[in-house]
């Protein structure tokens, strides 16, 4: 099973933009890479979805090299309110989804 | 438009009890998955129905589990007799298919003691 990695956690401050590497070494060809966001007490929310180059939506963009071997999620000026976890996941066919541990970012004043 | 609806919000039962969590989909969404997170640890995929089959179910702990989907609209995830490591959040998904952004409820709580 494709495994993803990625650090435990980020510091930031409102107005920066955010760079989250994940690395998915083991993806397959038909794999997609998703990113997720987290509030406490709350499900996972999507943020945005590729399979190579780059994709770019009203919330973020993402980065994935020739290899698909990693990506990265960039959030442009984030805000207080960006403060969650942010997983990245590789969708297998099927829809179904594996979760690592996720990065919790603390976007702070 | 409703988003994933679970039922209930938070549960506490006695262990050897029985639990039954309720999951809502998005109407017209065929693809509806159960996942939990235990002890802290990463959530993790337990089942995958496509309207009322079950088309993964893999992720299943144990036989104490048991979902279903009848007319493929809402899905019920049973614990019975529950353990104290079935504690966790549980989360419900449903998607229109399986290759676009899947919607999570907000989970539901339960703790086991």
């Known amino acids: 099973l494709a495994k993803t990695t990625q650090p435990i956690s980020m510091d930031s401050y409102e107005g920066q933009e955010v760079n989250i590497t994940c690395s998915h070494n083991?993806?397959?060809?038909?794999?997609?890479i998703t990113w997720y966001q987290q509030f406490p007490s709350q499900g996972p929310r999507f943020i945005i979805q590729g399979y190579k180059t780059k994709v770019t939506n009203e919330v973020a963009s993402l980065f994935i090299p020739a290899d698909r071997k990693s990506s990265t999620l960039s959030l442009p000026r984030v805000s207080l309110s960006d403060t969650a976890v942010y997983y990245c996941?590789?969708?297998?066919?099927?829809?179904?989804?594996?979760f690592g541990q996720g990065t919790e970012l603390s976007v702070k004043p | 438009e409703a988003g994933v609806t679970q039922f209930p919000s938070h549960s506490v039962i006695e262990k050897g009890q029985t639990v039954t969590l309720r999951c809502d989909p998005i109407?017209?969404?065929?693809?509806l998955y159960w996942y939990r997170r235990v002890m802290g640890k990463e959530i993790k995929f337990l089942l995958h129905f496509v309207k009322e089959s079950k088309q993964d179910e893999s992720g299943m702990p144990n036989n104490r589990f048991l979902a279903e989907r009848t007319g493929g609209t809402y899905s019920t995830l049973k614990v019975q007799p529950a353990e104290l490591e079935d504690s966790g959040v549980y989360f419900c998904a449903s998607s229109p298919d399986t290759n676009t952004e899947a919607f999570f409820g907000q989970g539901t709580r339960l703790t086991v003691v």
């Open positions: 996941l590789v969708a297998r066919e099927g829809g179904k989804l594996i």
């Open positions: 109407s017209g969404h065929d693809n």
């Open positions: 083991n993806i397959a060809t038909n794999d997609y």
